[in-house]
């Protein structure tokens, strides 16, 4: 708990190229507040400020929402500081101060947290503010905005359920009807001084009819409520979401940022804008990003207006431009990254009030952190641990199929903001769309502009559509964060809600209609149209595609060399059939991690051999049947072996409960019945004796081959065939035989005497030798905890963390979804345990294993094969306690390589640091 003392320092004043704080204190300032202090320090034009430290936030949620007493005292300093900075006064009726009032949390949450502007205005400053800038409408304009977002986040005057728009835009669309009668969009610069005061007056009657409560005239009142409400958004609903989807910390808290206003509405030589220092997109090396005329920051992200391209502001500003490019520079040469950054311009002059690592797609990571080191802005380890691993996943993800993009018609074009190709159902709002996408529909949010309160629509959906809006709008930011196909401000849709229909061209589309969209040409099409794969699996997998044709394929390439230069840790795949294989090898995998090849008898009719071999009443009937699947496993096999060309290949004998594969309803019992020559009554009798109460701690496992060897026997007999088969190719095969469910010493016993006795079998039988391991799968906590007396006989370990999560925590991985959300509500877990390693408890079990396998079997080989092989956090974890590998999907290969690879230089790092 935060505890308050005299000597705590909360508040960490910049300005006038001195700041109390610096770059690295993000954990104590928020990345914003860390980062004005930083940009005041080297130069850069930072307005005024001082930054509420995140302590005050935990303080504050750990007293029941109070302060500490000294914050008060600290704050005034604060306030007099800016002060004398800018000889203005906070609450003069001359020169007033007006200050900006934002939160900064330690990691950016766009959208999430809530800002206020032109603080300190009241209806006798705002006269003054009329006076100092000579300009009225500016003034008022200034006040109505302040109202209206104050209203809005401290006061909670919102939208209410079931309304589409916030009632303070209903407001201004009301005065624009009255002002403007009949004219459509119409922009707010058209609306004038008596407009604005009409507004102001507007805005105070709603916030008293919905609030009982007049609005604080006081700017001290106002800072405090301001500042309380930051405090306060931190545990709203729209926070609590993305926390939990970026396993924020709550206890991180955020800081709160109070700095001077600078002005970019006071007319046409002032704006606004949001720049990136590359393209977050593409991550091409161009000056990108967009500004408004006259216009206060938020309505360049709130997508109101749709903004002008960066570019334009050389013709129409020069010097400013010039300013900027300036600081594009500067701004990458210091922080060594891409950066996203927001300006003001106040009368041709450009004022810095925010940068941070912008956010990009996996394409543009990638082509970043390649180009970054051509450039020498930083060194190869450096851009390896620049490209966050799971957004690796991005660079895999779809296009358009070319031949059927050809027949398809653009009826819209919109902004590229999140790439890829999606096709789905349109939806119109974010409950239904996330209604339909729990009913396994594709689903295609479509909004007029995107608010955080869509955010769990736009998770649902396979991509996202908005009329109106630019590149750094709320949609886009958070698509391009998710890796979500995105195209926003495609402004000749019109959507209406009430009807819920969208029309285009004289085309109506109702909801559930299909629509395609690019979000790498920012292009609408009509109706579904096919996706195809990305350029990497169009070379790798596909092999339609050239290398040499191919910069996205070069890029990827030269990262995931880099990665093999720092890795440590082996990655294999989990591939139970010959193509899957090759996936994985084209992506880079260094053998098989797990075959299960239970998997190999679900196709075709190798399910009827396996049913026969299951409902077998005697040894002999089963091992008539296990006959049938023999010669299937070993061309498997052979297959598999000859992908390999050399590399290992984990191979886990039969592991499922039996029942499993029995057909369980009348009529599919009827028909293996017929096809088996039996009765239907033979079936259904079996079936209900194989039922279980609890299957997945039942007959299954190694329990199927300790009562039945002869499974076991053909499954080992199926291996060596085969491995003698490719082995006559010239081509070597590693077998490593898995015995799964292991708990008891003896039963790895058991089954090892069954392997070794059939592989000399068949090397007798073939003439030939076999070089080939065995060993057991740890995925029971007994195995984990008896781990030195198994590694008596194991020659490798695999961590089944799958069955070990469900057995440790005693919940089941098929079960967990009905009470798993609200765990992680709660935070009773951070992350899902099936997804991300349980390092303290499931870890803690892998470390015992590791270190028990080890002092018995010094070279024993240890690994990984349950889901969170791929999952980055585990894969670093893996690395931590010294694995040779993990093994995943084919698909997350890639992934995996980068986190391992991470891993290596995190360590590496780590050490050099101790030294
Ligand atoms: C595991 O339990 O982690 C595992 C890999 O086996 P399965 O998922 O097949 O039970
Ligand atoms: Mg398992």
């Given at each position: 708990m935060a505890k308050a003392s005299k000597a705590a320092k909360y508040v960490y004043n910049f300005g006038n190229k001195k700041a109390d704080g610096d770059g690295s204190m993000r954990a104590l300032l928020g990345g914003k507040g860390a980062n004005l202090a930083e940009m005041t320090r080297i130069g850069l034009p930072v307005p005024p400020g001082f930054t509420i430290t995140t302590e005050v936030c935990t303080y504050y949620y750990d007293h029941k929402r109070t302060y500490p007493k000294e914050l008060q005292r600290q704050v005034e300093a604060g306030i007099a500081n800016m002060e004398k900075i800018l000889g203005k006064k906070f609450g003069d009726t001359e020169k007033p101060l007006l200050v900006a009032v934002r939160s900064g949390a330690r990691d950016s949450m766009p959208g999430m947290m809530d800002t206020i502007l032109n603080l300190g205005l009241n209806d006798q400053t705002v006269l003054a503010l009329v006076k100092v800038s000579k300009n009225e409408r500016f003034a008022w304009d200034c006040y109505r905005r302040f109202i209206q977002m104050y209203g809005d986040v401290v006061m909670g005057v919102q939208k209410r359920p079931g309304e589409d728009h916030e009632p303070f835009e209903t407001a201004i669309e009301e005065l624009k009807e009255k002002l403007f009668p009949g004219q459509h969009d119409v922009e707010d610069t058209r609306i004038d001084a008596k407009g604005m005061k009409e507004l102001v007056h507007r805005f105070k009657e709603l916030v008293k009819k919905r609030t009982g409560q007049e609005f604080p005239t006081d700017p001290w009142d106002q800072l405090k409520g301001a500042v309380g409400a930051v405090f306060g958004s931190w545990m709203n609903d729209r926070a609590i979401v993305y926390r939990r989807k970026y396993n924020i910390p709550q206890e991180w808290g955020t800081a709160v940022n109070v700095q001077a206003m600078v002005f970019g509405n006071t007319g046409e030589r002032s704006g606004s804008g949001v720049a990136f220092t590359r393209d977050p997109a593409s991550g091409e090396k161009v000056f990108y990003g967009e500004f408004l005329i006259n216009a206060q920051g938020e309505d360049v992200v709130a997508g109101v207006r749709t903004p002008e391209p960066v570019a334009k502001l050389k013709n129409i500003m020069p010097a400013a431009y010039a300013e900027l490019e300036r600081i594009r520079k500067v701004l990458e040469s210091h922080f060594k990254d891409m950066q996203d950054f927001e300006f003001t311009i106040e009368e041709d002059k450009v004022f810095m009030l925010q940068t941070r690592n912008g956010k990009r797609t996996g394409l543009a990571a990638v082509r970043i952190a390649v180009e970054m080191v051509k450039e020498k802005l930083i060194n190869w380890e450096q851009a390896v641990m620049k490209v966050p691993a799971e957004q690796l996943d991005q660079l895999l993800a779809p296009v358009f199929d070319r031949t059927a993009i050809r027949s398809a018609k653009v009826i819209a074009k919109g902004l590229p903001a999140g790439p890829g190709a999606a096709t789905g159902r349109i939806y119109f709002n974010a409950e239904r769309a996330v209604e339909a996408a729990d009913k396994g529909e594709k689903v295609l949010l479509v909004r007029v502009e995107t608010s955080p309160e869509d955010l769990r629509g736009m998770i649902a959906a396979e991509g996202i559509l908005t009329a109106r809006g630019g590149v750094s709008s709320h949609a886009a930011l958070v698509a391009r964060q998710m890796g979500k196909v995105c195209v926003c401000g495609a402004s000749a849709i019109q959507v209406d809600y009430n009807a819920k229909t969208m029309t285009v061209g004289g085309q109506t589309f109702n909801q559930g209609d299909f629509l395609s969209i690019d979000g790498t040409a920012g292009e609408v099409y009509a109706g579904e149209v096919k996706t195809a794969a990305s350029e990497i699996i169009q070379v790798l997998v596909e092999r339609t595609l050239k290398a040499k044709d191919s910069q996205t394929f070069q890029n990827y390439d030269q990262l995931m060399k880099w990665c093999n230069q720092a890795t440590r840790l082996q990655v294999r795949t989990n591939a139970d059939n010959p193509e899957q294989t090759a996936n994985a090898v084209a992506f880079g995998a260094t053998?098989?991690?797990?075959?299960?090849?239970?998997?190999?008898?679900?196709?075709?009719?190798?399910?009827?051999?396996?049913?026969?071999?299951?409902?077998?009443?005697?040894?002999?009937?089963?091992?008539?049947?296990?006959?049938?699947?023999?010669?299937?496993?070993?061309?498997?096999?052979?297959?598999?072996?000859?992908?390999?060309?050399?590399?290992?290949?984990?191979?886990?004998?039969?592991?499922?409960?039996?029942?499993?594969?029995?057909?369980?309803?009348?009529?599919?019992?009827?028909?293996?019945?017929?096809?088996?020559?039996?009765?239907?009554?033979?079936?259904?009798?079996?079936?209900?004796?194989?039922?279980?109460?609890?299957p997945m701690l039942g007959h299954r496992g190694c329990r199927l081959g300790i009562v039945y060897p002869e499974i076991s026997e053909m499954q080992a007999r199926a291996v060596f065939e085969a491995a003698a088969e490719v082995q006559k190719r010239g081509i070597k095969v590693k077998p490593e035989i898995m015995i799964p469910l292991v708990g008891y010493p003896k039963e790895l016993q058991l089954q090892i005497e069954v392997v070794h006795r059939v592989a000399e079998e068949v090397a007798k039988e073939k003439k030939t030798k076999f070089t080939y391991l065995v060993g057991t799968m740890i995925e029971i906590p007994r195995a984990a905890l008896v781990a030195d007396e198994i590694a008596k006989d194991a020659q490798f370990f695999s961590f089944g963390t799958n069955d070990l999560t469900q057995t440790t925590l005693g919940m089941s991985r098929d079960d967990s979804g009905s009470f798993l959300p609200r765990y992680q509500e709660l935070e009773i877990v951070k992350q899902n345990p099936f997804a991300s390693i349980d390092q303290v408890g499931v870890g803690k079990l892998m470390e015992t294993a590791c270190e028990l396998g080890r002092k018995a079997r010094p070279d024993i080989k240890l690994g990984i094969c349950g889901e969170h092989g791929g999952e980055p956090t585990s894969v670093k974890f893996c690395h931590r306690i010294g694995l040779n590998y993990v093994s995943c999907s084919p698909f997350r290969v890639p992934i995996a390589r980068l986190a391992a690879a991470q891993a290596a230089i995190e360590e590496a790092r780590a050490a050099k640091k101790k030294k």
């Open positions: 053998g098989i991690g797990l075959c299960r090849t239970e998997h190999m008898f679900f196709e075709g009719d190798r399910i009827d051999a396996m049913r026969e071999m299951i409902l077998a009443e005697n040894t002999e009937e089963r091992q008539q049947a296990l006959g049938k699947l023999l010669p299937y496993q070993r061309e498997d096999f052979i297959g598999m072996f000859a992908e390999l060309k050399g590399l290992p290949a984990t191979i886990r004998f039969l592991d499922p409960p039996l029942h499993e594969f029995l057909p369980h309803e009348e009529e599919a019992q009827s028909e293996l019945a017929a096809k088996l020559n039996v009765s239907p009554e033979t079936i259904s009798k079996r079936v209900k004796e194989l039922h279980e109460f609890n």
